[in-house]
């Protein structure tokens, strides 16, 4: 929403024949409709023409050669077109044409954006729907006595085209008060969608504050900018506090009917997979009542998985009992107590990394300062990897595992370091902390 600096030639280089769809009851305006609705009688009277005489040749034909294959049922007669929602609406382009109803529209345009747009300079809007460069797509109330009023105008969208470079911009876009909510903005959009692939315009351009982005967004607009910069570089000016936003126009799309359009690619879809699918061909009966009774004896880590393989097919569908128990109960288990043991093992690690006596084996030993470090420790560890092979997860098969790492790092220490060293003070520490953290249960073998 800003103003436009820099004046184009116009014409359009790439048009297609799609008129703005035409307005039921105002016949004042230039629209007009080049598909006029088919006639679903005469369609369904030619197929019923087709039908009998068909059949007629059929029953001939059978009278001759009883072996031949019938003909293919004729052609259903084609479904008259369900009404279309957008034909009971009445709008119209207006463009500073000097004409008398041209400008009360333009007027009562003006009226409706200034009124909903009340941060925006009412001068400017005045400056721009007036502009002999903007057009404004205006929804038009169906009561004759509005007409020609302020209150004609239930909606509508000024913008600017620049055919040379394919895009528009839209300058403001509004619905009256008492009209929002109730679909006129979609269809608002949708109706300019429509009007702009006829002035050959492949993408709509606005920068649109943060009130209006989420509608903006239902309309097919995006904060990603496809359109190269050199189209609209200098054309359009930025707007403070504005997020400039597009929407590729489709030529081939009727705007107009996406929800008809998505329902058919819906139907289509399910009728690929209807022509392939084999889920509705029945190989094996229904496991016989006494099934589950058969089956009860089964061990209690493996019985889903037995009972699974038991159905008659999935064997032969490429199951094994080991993939059942991965996916079955079994498994579940197995991977409960891993992750179990993971969150305990961890907690251990940090509650040795928050003892201040453990800085010394937060990280490995940097071997490259001390470089014989190798030669004396045979096999390093440190709180860090030990951290690491938790998180990976399959490591540590048990605590006493842990253990035995946390002892070997106290080990390493003490081997290395001179016995009235900080180092060995810490090893030491360290070695008490652990007799806490990882007590001897009775039984249990001892760690050396
Ligand atoms: N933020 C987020 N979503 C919004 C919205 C907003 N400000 N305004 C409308 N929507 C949504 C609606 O919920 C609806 O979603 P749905 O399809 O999932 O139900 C969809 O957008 C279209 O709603 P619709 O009823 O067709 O819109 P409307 O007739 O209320 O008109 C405006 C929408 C923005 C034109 C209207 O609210 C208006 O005039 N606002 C004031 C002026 C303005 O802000 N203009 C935009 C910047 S120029």
Not at 245 to 257: A, K, V
Not at 284 to 306: H, I, N, Q, W
Not at 322 to 330: P, Q
Not at 423 to 435: D, I
Request: aromatic share 8%; hydrophobic share 30%; charged share 30%.
């Amino acid at each position: 929403m800003q103003i436009s600096t820099m004046v184009l030639p116009t014409g359009s280089t790439k048009k297609r024949k799609l008129p703005l769809p035409s307005t039921t009851a105002d016949h004042d305006d230039d629209d007009t409709n080049e598909n006029p609705p088919s006639d679903p009688t005469k369609s369904h009277v030619d197929g019923e023409a087709i039908s009998s005489s068909s059949s007629s040749d059929d029953d001939e034909s059978h009278k001759h050669d009883e072996h031949e294959p019938a003909a293919p049922p004729p052609p259903a007669p084609p479904s008259p077109k369900p009404p279309n929602p957008y034909d009971q609406i009445k709008r119209t382009i207006v463009i500073n044409d000097g004409k008398r109803e041209s400008l009360i529209r333009l007027i009562g345009l003006k009226s409706l954006f200034a009124k909903q747009l009340p941060k925006m300079p009412k001068e400017y809007i005045a400056r721009l729907v007036f502009d002999r460069r903007h057009k404004s797509l205006a929804l038009l109330s169906g009561d004759p006595r509005k007409k020609f009023t302020d209150e004609e105008i239930i909606g509508g969208i000024c913008y600017r085209s620049y055919p040379d470079m394919r895009f528009a911009e839209i300058a403001f876009c509004a619905v009256s008060a008492s009209q929002q909510v109730k679909g006129y903005g979609t269809k608002l959009m949708n109706l300019l969608k429509m009007h702009a692939v006829t002035e050959g315009i492949e993408y709509m351009i606005t920068y649109a504050d943060n009130y209006a982005i989420g509608y903006f967004k239902k309309q097919g607009f995006t904060k990603a900018i496809q359109m190269p910069k050199a189209r609209y570089q200098g054309l359009i000016k930025d707007y403070d506090g504005g997020t400039l936003m597009e929407c590729y126009i489709h030529p081939s799309i009727d705007f107009t009917r996406i929800p008809q359009m998505v329902q058919a690619q819906k139907e289509f879809i399910l009728q690929r997979i209807r022509a392939t699918s084999k889920s509705d061909k029945v190989i094996y009966p229904p496991l016989p009542p006494e099934f589950a009774k058969r089956m009860e004896s089964s061990s209690r880590s493996t019985g889903a998985a037995a009972r699974a393989l038991a159905v008659p097919g999935v064997i032969e569908a490429g199951w094994t009992m080991s993939d059942l128990m991965a996916s079955t109960g079994g498994a579940k288990d197995a991977d409960q107590k891993k992750d179990m043991l993971k969150k305990e093992l961890l907690s251990l690690v940090q509650k040795v990394q928050e003892k201040q006596f453990s800085w010394c084996f937060r990280d490995p030993v940097d071997t490259n300062e001390v470089t014989d470090y190798l030669e004396v420790v045979k096999d390093p560890i440190d709180l860090r990897t030990m951290e690491k092979r938790v998180r990976k997860g399959d490591h540590y098969k048990s605590k006493h595992q842990l253990y035995a790492d946390m002892m070997k790092m106290v080990n390493n220490c003490k081997i290395y370091n001179d016995p009235e060293s900080t180092y060995h003070e810490c090893a030491v520490s360290l070695e008490k902390f652990l007799a806490t953290l990882f007590p001897l249960k009775s039984g249990e073998p001892s760690i050396e």
